[in-house]
Nanobody, 124 residues
Framework: QVQLVESGGGLVQAGGSLRISCAASGFTFSLYDMGWFRQAPGKEREIVAGITWSGDNTYYIDSVKGRFTISRDNAKNTVYLQMNSLKPEDTAVYYC?????????????????WGQGTQVTVSS
């Protein structure tokens, strides 16, 4: 069965860095676009970054451009999110998901499998 397992979250001070990972299994990972999402308390889930199946193209929301980098290793069935210059407003549960159809930018509505999430907390 399809499984997505996030890891690497934690508590970090503002200005610090974290790398979170998402290990995929149960499907041919290299054929699917993937995305990272986040949900803060009281807010809707939003896409943070996405990457095409080949890794050739990436997408970021404006608030993380220049600070976050999404990457993937298809040999390891893993997608990563490197987060630098973290801000308190980046605090959220971060999820990875597989795109079923449509564009990366609208993946929050079209992803078909989600991980369980990993908490990222940025203290001021």
């Amino acid at each position: 069965q399809v499984q997505l397992v996030e890891s690497g979250g934690g508590l970090v001070q503002a200005g610090g860095s974290l790398r979170i990972s998402c290990a995929a299994s149960g499907f041919t990972f290299s054929l699917y676009d993937m995305g990272w999402f986040r949900q803060a308390p009281g807010k809707e889930r939003e896409i943070v970054a996405g990457i095409t199946w080949s890794g050739d193209n990436t997408y970021y929301i404006d608030s993380v451009k220049g600070r976050f980098t999404i990457s993937r290793d298809n040999a390891k069935n893993t997608v990563y999110l490197q987060m630098n210059s973290l801000k308190p407003e980046d605090t959220a549960v971060y999820y990875c998901a597989r795109k079923r159809f449509g564009t990366i930018a609208t993946m929050v509505h079209s992803a078909d499998y989600w991980g369980q999430g990993t908490q990222v907390t940025v203290s001021s």
